[in-house]
């Protein structure tokens, strides 16, 4: 018998083992078409046959499948902002988008063909960039610059960019090194330019890093070099604690060696040696400031403060001249220091000095001490300082014997000495005083007024003696004949003694 049903059961079941291997096909597949799954998945919602065991395993598929696409569209970012002035799109990672092509399930989504797209794109651009880095200087930096531009109007991010953008730093900075040394860039302003090259030397592909050693580059490096040790000389020079005085910011220190001279009693007077012991003469740093103008580096932050220095020197070294020309130890004119002074402060330009407004020129003791402490704070010396120190040394140990003699009376007018001190002493001191080169007025005062109190007691005592001079020769007659008896009484005795 012929059923009607049986054609129409017939054909679903053939309908069923299609939609099966179907199915079955789809699920062995890598990638499947989401829309073929989409539709095959219609399909078996509407089919009277239950497919529960391939809906399963096929709904897992079209899971992993939309999970896919949730991190595709969560790794493209949007191409515009939503609103006006909104940061620019964060670019995708190169790797990440090829991980994702390689794993995906489905191979005719839009997300897929854009990021297919995308790499052929990136791979294409990074192509040439290799060529450009290795093409060298055949390649303009203009051409470079375009390619930059390029890689970053991609949304994704690529090592090579890195690499291009370091490539140009490289040629920009060797032209910007040439034009600095070419014009003689400040110190620190230098080498803070020279640090710049490790940095983008750094951001070089690894394999160029080390091919990467521009001639300019060294030449810098040599021009550092050669003030580096331009800068110790002058520290060797005026020595270490000068150096930080005279060249820390705000340094007051050129203010102070200007200031007015004051006089002193240079109570502390220490020798000759130890005045100039470690000090370089003038001459040392006038040899620095000559070098200077051929360093191929601006040094003239350290330049400008030794001119001051120099000048300041100058002044000081005038002050001492006048004092030498005023107490006769130098025959030379004043007016010969002041023109070869004035020559080279004119030459080296340096800052003005408040020193030669006080000048006295008097033979002041004082004054001159003044002037030989200032000396003594400045780092380096000259042959009139050493000399005023020799005199001012010698004088003050003629005033030191004065004071030492003499020194201030205590009560009932005695002087509390500690040796005797003879009137022959005191004479010598006051012919000594002539010949000095001081007048030590005080000094000169104590010692004359005590000559004068001893020739006034020594004319009372020569009086008191010639009025009674008869009286003082019949006493000393009888205590000669009284001295003579008990002389003879005295050897009778030893005699008697030695009988028994």
């Not at 009137?423 to 004068?452: C, G, M, N, V, Y």
């Amino acid at each position: 018998m012929n059923f009607p049903e049986l054609i129409e059961y017939t054909q679903l079941l053939q309908e069923a083992r299609e939609l099966k291997t179907t199915i079955t096909a789809m699920l062995v597949e890598d990638k499947v078409s989401l829309t073929a799954m989409r539709e095959v998945m219609a399909k078996i919602e509407v089919f009277p046959v239950n497919f529960e065991l391939e809906v399963d395993a096929f709904q897992k598929k079209m899971l992993s499948a939309q999970s896919w696409l949730a991190k595709v569209r969560k790794c493209i970012p949007k191409r515009r902002g939503s609103r006006r002035g909104a940061t620019e799109p964060k670019k995708m990672d190169l790797n990440a988008i090829r991980a994702l092509v390689d794993d995906a399930p489905c191979e005719d989504s839009a997300e897929m063909f854009e990021m297919q797209d995308l790499l052929e794109c990136a791979d294409e651009w990074a192509e040439k960039v290799r060529v450009a880095i290795e093409g060298g200087t055949d390649v303009s930096l203009e051409s470079l610059k375009e390619l930059v531009e390029e890689g970053r109007e991609m949304p994704v991010d690529i090592d090579e960019q890195q690499f291009l953008e370091a490539e140009i730093a490289t040629r920009e900075w060797c032209v910007n090194a040439t034009t600095m040394l070419s014009t003689k860039k400040p110190l620190k302003e230098l080498e803070e330019f020279a640090s710049q090259a490790k940095l983008i030397r750094k951001q070089l592909h690894p394999k160029k890093q080390a091919r990467w050693k521009p001639q300019i580059e060294r030449d810098i490096h040599t021009a550092l070099e050669v003030a580096r040790r331009w800068v110790n000389e002058v520290k060797d020079v005026i020595g270490t604690t000068a150096f930080d005085k005279l060249f820390v910011v705000n340094s007051s220190y050129l203010q102070t060696l200007g200031e007015a001279v004051t006089a002193s009693d240079a109570n502390t007077l220490e020798s000759t040696e130890q005045f100039i012991k470690g000090k370089k003469t003038i001459e040392s740093v006038l040899k620095l400031v000559d070098k200077a103008e051929k360093l191929g580096v601006d040094v003239r932050l350290y330049l400008t403060r030794l001119q001051g220095l120099l000048t300041h020197t100058y002044a000081v070294q005038q002050l001492a001249v006048e004092i030498l020309v005023t107490i006769g130890v130098h025959s030379t004119e004043i007016s010969q220091l002041e023109s070869k002074t004035s020559e080279q402060e004119t030459t080296l330009n340096p800052e003005e000095s408040t020193l030669s407004d006080s000048v006295v020129k008097d033979k002041s003791f004082a004054y001159a001490c003044g002037v030989l402490d200032r000396i003594a704070l400045f780092p380096i010396i000259f042959d009139e300082g050493v000399t005023l120190h020799q005199v001012i040394q010698s004088e003050k140990t003629w005033a030191v014997k004065v004071r030492e003699a003499l020194p201030p009376r205590q009560s009932r007018k005695k002087r509390q000495t500690k040796d005797p001190v003879t009137l022959d002493h005191l004479q010598t001191l006051l012919q000594e005083a002539s010949t000095l080169r001081f007048q030590f007025p005080e000094e000169r005062k104590i010692l004359t007024k005590e000559l004068e109190e001893v020739a006034l007691w020594q004319e009372k005592a020569r009086q008191v003696v010639e009025v009674n001079a008869v009286e003082f020769m019949q006493v000393a007659k009888y205590l000669q004949e009284y001295d003579f008896k008990v002389y003879g009484k005295v050897c009778e005795a030893k005699n008697q003694l030695k009988s028994y």
